[in-house]
């Protein structure tokens, strides 16, 4: 094989067409709609009563759309659209019977058929190289019009762009199937991860527990400040194992359903009591009536409205303002607060897993829950965006998919 060859096919395979070996069988793939539309076209366009458009590898030549002909596979040597598809010049022949090139062509001299009037337009994609051709033939002699010609090589570069286009369609649905995949391995990684971190900790910890009701007993300050270390540590451990499994898992398993924005905010209210209490925080919500995965929702609105309420400004409550509106592109959620903000060159990196920016009497935390709310939001269609409010703060807003 040729150098140009190689290339060729190199070409070929980014189209995701076959190029099958001799010998081998092939099934000729089912032409796409757009594709037999066109074909169909080119047929109506120039008059003719058989119209095909064929792929020419190294060996081979097969059809991936025909009209007034069933699709067929052939030799390259066989081929009547090989002889001339590489220069990258239209073919108009009157009748192939009569040029020395065609006149001993199986499909021209009766072996295979009796091909007369024929044309042939080179599919040439963007980067030259030639794929094949769309032809046209009849047993009768026949013409074309400068006009018909000019239609078919427009025709021939519809063909390429659709062939192309199919080729990323497939593209993005295997690179979608293995995303699925590649979540549904990490859920399950993280489960079993997840629960193999769990039980030794939380043994740990029921340890350190015992042994610090020993120290206090002996009165021990020194061991009990040791084990109150262990214990924050270990209780740290066990809030990432939760955070890590929460953020693995968001987008595994989306069931939407009819959901009230206030009865979400009194359930988040009622989990964060005990911060809402520490913080004095105040929390107000409109209701609003949107369509979304309860359990996820849930988790969404919780990340944002404790991050709302522990990254407060010293000495000063958190207020809370919880709004959501719908429009016909979707439903739009937002957490507004009244604490330090983020600025402006923060505000995307936030977003990424275990971002976090270790700024003065910032509470700890595992630098997953706006990376959390941010795939949940991903996974209802929508995304998350972190903007400013006048004065000091942070506006969090959720924009949802058409569906919500």
Do not use: W
Not at 8 to 37: C, F, K, W
Request: glycine share 8%.
């Amino acid at each position: 094989m040729t150098v140009k060859e190689l290339a060729r096919d190199a070409v070929l395979a980014r189209t995701g067409l076959p190029t099958p070996e001799p010998g081998l069988d092939i099934t000729v793939p089912i032409p796409s709609q757009r594709l037999q539309n066109l074909v169909e076209l080119a047929r109506t366009l120039c008059g003719q009563p058989v119209t095909a458009i064929n792929i020419i590898t190294e060996n081979l030549q097969y059809q991936v759309a025909t009209a007034g002909m069933e699709p067929y596979l052939c030799s390259r040597e066989d081929s009547m659209c090989a002889v001339g598809f590489l220069n990258g010049t239209p073919t108009v022949l009157e009748d192939a019977s009569l040029d020395p090139r065609y006149s001993n062509n199986p499909y021209v001299d009766g072996r295979r058929g009796e091909v007369r009037f024929y044309v042939s337009i080179p599919l040439v994609a963007e980067d030259g190289f030639v794929l094949g051709t769309l032809c046209a033939g009849a047993r009768e002699t026949g013409q074309l019009s400068d006009r018909q010609l000019k239609g078919l090589e427009i025709l021939a570069a519809e063909i390429v762009e659709a062939l192309q286009l199919e080729h990323r369609a497939r593209q993005l649905a295997d690179a979608l199937t293995e995303a699925q995949r590649s979540n549904t391995l990490l859920a399950e990684f993280a489960g079993r991860i997840s629960h193999d971190l769990r039980n030794p900790l939380t043994s740990v910890l029921g340890y350190v527990e015992l042994a610090r009701d020993d120290a206090e007993a002996l009165e021990d300050r020194q061991i009990a400040e040791y084990l109150d270390v262990v214990a924050n540590s270990g209780q740290r451990m066990l809030s990432m194992v939760s955070d890590v499994l929460s953020y693995a898992t968001i987008g595994g398993d989306v069931r939407p359903t009819c959901l009230s924005l206030q009865d979400l905010v009194r359930d988040v209210v009622q989990d964060l009591a005990a911060s809402i209490e520490e913080y004095g925080a105040s929390i107000e919500c409109g209701d609003l009536a949107f369509t979304a995965d309860p359990v996820q929702m849930r988790v969404l609105l919780q990340n944002l409205v404790h991050n709302a309420i522990t990254y407060s400004r010293p000495g000063i409550p958190p207020v809370i303002h919880v709004t959501g509106h719908r429009a016909d592109d979707g439903t739009t959620l937002r957490v507004i607060d009244n604490g330090k903000g983020i600025s402006e060159g923060d505000r995307k990196r936030v977003l990424d897993p275990l971002v976090r920016l270790h700024r003065e009497d910032d509470p700890p935390g595992t630098g997953l829950g706006l990376a959390t709310a941010a795939r949940i939001a991903a996974a209802s269609g929508g995304r998350l965006e972190i903007g400013p409010v006048p004065g000091d703060g942070t506006m969090v807003t959720i924009r949802l998919g058409a569906n919500s």
